[in-house]
């Protein structure tokens, strides 16, 4: 199989590879899509405070207003081998997007949790969006490792629609002093980095979903980890 990533952007560190998924993936997550219970969507805030489903529903500051469920990367073998692709893409063993039972082979590796979540889909209806902001959270002071997500894949399941295009509005470039913005289209993924080489957060990775003002958006998002966390 033949990926390419075209480089979207160099700061925030961001990348588009077409046709990541075949029609018959997308199909597959659609159909698990329409068997599952879809909830409103949280955030979570720095103090780990989850909304409660009264605050999700009634709190007009709410920055997120799509809904989502969780898709555990053993559902399916082809749920298995999305999460291969990613690892190819962002170059790191698969093993590391599982659980794994010993350190042996990655002696420096705190943890054997996988350093990947289980897939987030989401759905946009009309009016849905979710307002521009980091992927990363920030740990307690007290955590001796600072762990953060590190990089983003969003995978497009649908297009078509008006509006819901993911932004980056802090896009530094020499040409030009708008944000860049990204269109849905069906199998295409988005791979952008929330830290520096160097560990470090990145700021310029504020990113937003425009709100669909007519039809639907699908979308998943696969997160991965930095391997240092508790
Ligand atoms: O829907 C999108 O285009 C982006 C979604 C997103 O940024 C998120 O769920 O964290
Ligand atoms: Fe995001």
């Known amino acids: ?28 997550i659609v159909q698990l899509a329409s068997g599952v219970d879809l909830k409103l969507s949280s955030t979570g805030d720095i103090t780990g405070h989850k909304e409660t489903p009264k605050e999700l529903q009634t709190d007009s500051r709410r920055t997120r207003t799509s809904y989502n469920s969780w898709v555990p990367r053993e559902k399916s073998p082809i749920i298995d081998a999305i999460y291969r692709r990613a690892a190819d893409v962002m170059r790191i063993d698969e093993a590391l997007l599982r659980h794994r039972s010993d350190h042996t082979e990655w002696t420096n590796l705190t943890s054997t949790k996988p350093l990947a979540e289980q897939l987030q889909l989401v759905h946009y209806g009309p009016g849905q969006e979710y307002t521009a902001h980091h992927d990363f959270g920030f740990s307690r002071i007290d955590d001796q490792f600072q762990g953060a997500r590190f990089g983003t894949l969003l995978l497009y ?42 560990g470090n957060l990145d700021d310029l990775s504020h ?18 980890w930095d391997p240092i966390y508790d």
């Open 1 to 28: 199989m033949n990926l390419t990533l075209k480089v979207l952007s160099c700061a925030p560190r961001a990348f588009e590879i077409e046709n990541f998924l075949s029609r018959q993936e997308v199909e597959h």
């Open 207 to 224: 990113h937003a979903a425009k709100p669909v003002t007519d039809g639907e958006k699908w979308l998943i998002n696969l997160w991965t």
């Open 157 to 198: 399941l649908n297009e078509g629609m008006t509006g819901g295009e993911t932004s980056f509005p802090r896009w530094s470039n020499a040409e030009t002093f708008h944000e860049l913005s990204i269109k849905p289209e069906v199998g295409k993924a988005v791979l952008f980095y929330s830290q520096l080489p160097d």
